[in-house]
Antibody, heavy 120, light 110 residues
Framework: EVQLVESGGGLVQPGGSLRLSCAAS????????MNWVRQAPGKGLEWVSY????????YYADSVKGRFTISRDNAKNSLYLQMNSLRAEDTAVYYC?????????????WGQGTMVTVSS | QSALTQPASVSGSPGQSITISCTGT?????????VSWYQQHPGKAPKLMIY???KRPSGVSNRFSGSKSGNTASLTISGLQAEDEADYYC??????????FGGGTKLTVL
């Protein structure tokens, strides 16, 4: 079964750090681009970051640039998001999502999400 | 990276058709045929319904269709069913592998 499972969410104080992980299974992880998408409570979806299949190309939304770092380990079939200098407005469910080239890089597989709460 | 504009809510009766609009700019929706639509039920992860403006992934009902004109994309759901009640989000490629989502539309089946 094709699956993405996020972990690492939790409660963190403003200014703190957190590292999210996304474990992939059921497909050749190293062949796919990956993304992080977040959703604040009661709000819409927001694209956060992109990483190419090899990890050589990376992009960020302006809202997280300079604070978040996306990375991947193809040998471990895993995607990561290092989040530093966290703010209250970063509170959200964070989803990892696969970009499928056959679908114009649309997000065809999503994880169940992991909740990040930034609060003192 | 401004969000695409969607109506906050739409509604329809079972069997009817509804259309959800998604307005962007010449830098995103207007420049690329890379608009996708996602369905999200409460507490669940989003599900891909439409990609590349009008194509359906395997397994998605043909009651769902997409189109685009200029800077505005649209999702039409025909033959509304109770299970279609959900939030719907459009998403467009915005250059350099970045994406922008719409604010979301809550569909109510009356």
């Amino acid at each position: 079964e094709v699956q993405l499972v996020e972990s690492g969410g939790g409660l963190v104080q403003p200014g703190g750090s957190l590292r999210l992980s996304c474990a992939a299974s059921g497909f050749t992880f190293s062949s796919y681009e990956m993304n992080w998408v977040r959703q604040a409570p009661g709000k819409g979806l927001e694209w956060v970051s992109y990483i190419s299949s090899s990890g050589s190309t990376i992009y960020y939304a302006d809202s997280v640039k300079g604070r978040f770092t996306i990375s991947r380990d193809n040998a471990k079939n895993s995607l990561y998001l290092q989040m530093n200098s966290l703010r209250a407005e970063d509170t959200a469910v964070y989803y990892c999502a696969r970009g499928h080239g056959d679908y114009g890089d649309a997000f065809d597989i999503w994880g169940q999400g992991t909740m990040v709460t930034v609060s003192s | 990276q401004s969000a695409l504009t969607q109506p906050a809510s739409v509604s329809g009766s079972p069997g009817q058709s509804i259309t959800i609009s998604c307005t962007g700019t010449s830098s995103d929706v207007g420049s690329y045929n890379l608009v996708s639509w996602y369905q999200q039920h409460p507490g669940k992860a989003p599900k891909l319904m439409i990609y590349e403006v009008s194509k359906r992934p395997s397994g998605v009902s043909n009651r769902f269709s997409g189109s685009k004109s200029g800077n505005t994309a649209s999702l039409t759901i025909s033959g509304l069913q109770a299970e279609d009640e959900a939030d719907y989000y459009c998403c467009s490629y915005a250059g350099s592998s970045t994406k922008v989502f719409g604010g979301g539309t809550k569909l109510t089946v009356l």
